[in-house]
């Protein structure tokens, strides 16, 4: 009678649990990519409208691996109790690509939680200068890691939607997380400029093709996911757009000069 029980009480903590989780996912949206690797998406407001930020974990043997925190402050700990619930897992790692807010937002949260938090040190220099929050570990160059059964290598192609934006490379699953460095094909601009180098966009973007060859997935940090050609697209408006500015400026250059 009392094993009985004791079953009937575990069952319900475990649906009042998955029921919470199933709630947030209307602010906490997860999505099964492929194998041991899913696709997590928050929203916050930019500019008026709602925007969805997306982020990935990695189920790995020693836990999972987070790349990218929340944009939404209110889902740091949703995410942690949805791998958990979802996947019996604690995370135990989490990487931020740049230094924006949708990225590193909650890497001190993450900390405090026990997680181990990931950088570059050019990340965390910008995260210092401009009040953001910062991680535990700093990242001196493209590094591997290698977390359970997983290697993964990050990648610094150069600048482009910011002085740091790093790429997430899984070369043997061929997955790469492109970050706020690759655009959604449902994009028709690079996004937010604030702090990009144009003239160096389009180079940037090349050098990611040239080191992470023929992804059969790629996660770009906003919008959807689900189209593997969002490097090519990223290239052909970074190329696009620089082709503008230069065409201005040499218009602006031969314009005649008032007497």
């Given at each position: 009678?009392?094993?009985?029980?004791?079953?009937?009480f575990?069952?319900?903590?475990f649906?009042?649990?998955l029921g919470?989780?199933?709630?947030?996912e209307?602010?906490?949206?997860?999505?099964?990519?492929?194998?041991?690797?899913?696709?997590?998406?928050t929203?916050?407001?930019y500019?008026g409208?709602r925007?969805p930020?997306?982020?990935m974990?990695?189920?790995?043997?020693?836990g999972?691996?987070?790349?990218?925190?929340?944009w939404?402050?209110?889902q740091?700990?949703?995410?942690?109790?949805?791998?958990?619930v979802?996947?019996?897992?604690?995370?135990i790692?989490?990487?931020?690509t740049?230094f924006?807010?949708?990225r590193?937002?909650g890497?001190r949260y993450?900390q405090?939680?026990g997680?181990?938090t990931y950088?570059?040190?050019?990340?965390d220099a910008?995260?210092k200068?401009?009040?953001?929050?910062r991680a535990?570990?700093?990242i001196?160059k493209?590094?591997t890691?290698?977390?359970?059964?997983?290697?993964?290598?990050t990648?610094?192609p150069g600048?482009?939607h910011a002085p740091d934006?790093?790429?997430v490379?899984?070369?043997k699953e061929?997955?790469?997380?492109?970050?706020?460095?690759?655009?959604?094909?449902?994009?028709?601009?690079?996004g937010n400029?604030?702090d990009?180098?144009?003239?160096d966009y389009?180079?940037?973007v090349?050098n990611?093709?040239?080191k992470c060859?023929?992804?059969?997935?790629v996660i770009p940090g906003h919008?959807?996911w689900t189209?593997?050609k969002?490097?090519v697209?990223?290239l052909?408006?970074a190329?696009?757009?620089?082709?503008k500015?230069?065409?201005?400026?040499r218009n602006?250059?031969f314009l005649?000069?008032?007497?």
């Amino acid at each position: 009678m009392y094993e009985k029980l004791t079953h009937i009480f575990i069952t319900l903590i475990f649906l009042l649990a998955l029921g919470n989780v199933q709630a947030q996912e209307t602010k906490l949206k997860i999505s099964h990519l492929t194998g041991d690797f899913y696709i997590y998406t928050t929203y916050n407001e930019y500019k008026g409208n709602r925007i969805p930020a997306n982020g990935m974990y990695v189920l790995t043997n020693s836990g999972a691996v987070i790349i990218d925190s929340p944009w939404d402050t209110t889902q740091f700990q949703p995410l942690l109790d949805s791998i958990k619930v979802k996947h019996n897992k604690t995370a135990i790692m989490c990487l931020a690509t740049h230094f924006h807010e949708d990225r590193t937002g909650g890497l001190r949260y993450y900390q405090q939680q026990g997680i181990k938090t990931y950088t570059t040190r050019q990340t965390d220099a910008l995260s210092k200068k401009r009040g953001m929050k910062r991680a535990e570990f700093l990242i001196d160059k493209d590094t591997t890691f290698t977390i359970g059964q997983y290697s993964f290598q990050t990648i610094y192609p150069g600048k482009g939607h910011a002085p740091d934006n790093i790429v997430v490379w899984f070369a043997k699953e061929k997955i790469l997380y492109g970050g706020c460095l690759i655009k959604s094909v449902a994009d028709d601009n690079l996004g937010n400029l604030g702090d990009a180098s144009v003239r160096d966009y389009a180079t940037s973007v090349k050098n990611v093709q040239s080191k992470c060859k023929n992804p059969k997935h790629v996660i770009p940090g906003h919008n959807d996911w689900t189209n593997s050609k969002s490097v090519v697209h990223t290239l052909k408006i970074a190329e696009q757009l620089e082709e503008k500015l230069l065409n201005e400026r040499r218009n602006r250059k031969f314009l005649p000069r008032p007497h």
